[in-house]
């Protein structure tokens, strides 16, 4: 199944309460993702994917937080059930705790 990265970008910014403090951030760099993946070679969209990750991971640390509109966001990027994030995430904070 492919999906559309735009689509994806805009189900996520649904999600994000206008209120977050680095929405305008967050706006910018989705914007420059979609222009620059309007210019890139289907063989190559897995780096636009790449990049939308690593924007996901410095404005929603998915292992810090357990606001459910950010287990939401991390749903709607993987596809994977809503439960099955909120697992991961109390997993991977649970495996942090154990480091400390």
Same mark, same amino acid.
């Given at each position: 199944m492919e999906r559309n990265i735009a689509q994806v970008m805009d189900e996520i910014l649904?999600? &994000?309460p206008a209120s977050h403090t680095r929405m305008e951030s967050l706006k910018g760099s989705f914007r420059a993702i979609k222009v620059s993946a309007s210019?890139?070679?289907?063989?190559?969209?897995m780096e636009r994917w790449i990049t939308l990750q690593r924007t996901l991971n410095d404005h929603f640390p998915a292992h810090i937080t357990s606001q459910d509109w950010v287990i939401k966001i991390w749903s709607i990027f993987s596809t994977m059930p809503v439960e099955d994030i909120r697992k991961e995430m109390k997993r991977?904070?649970?495996?942090? +705790?154990? +480091? &400390?």
């Amino acid at each position: 199944m492919e999906r559309n990265i735009a689509q994806v970008m805009d189900e996520i910014l649904a999600e &994000v309460p206008a209120s977050h403090t680095r929405m305008e951030s967050l706006k910018g760099s989705f914007r420059a993702i979609k222009v620059s993946a309007s210019f890139t070679a289907p063989e190559l969209m897995m780096e636009r994917w790449i990049t939308l990750q690593r924007t996901l991971n410095d404005h929603f640390p998915a292992h810090i937080t357990s606001q459910d509109w950010v287990i939401k966001i991390w749903s709607i990027f993987s596809t994977m059930p809503v439960e099955d994030i909120r697992k991961e995430m109390k997993r991977i904070s649970e495996q942090e +705790n154990k +480091n &400390v």
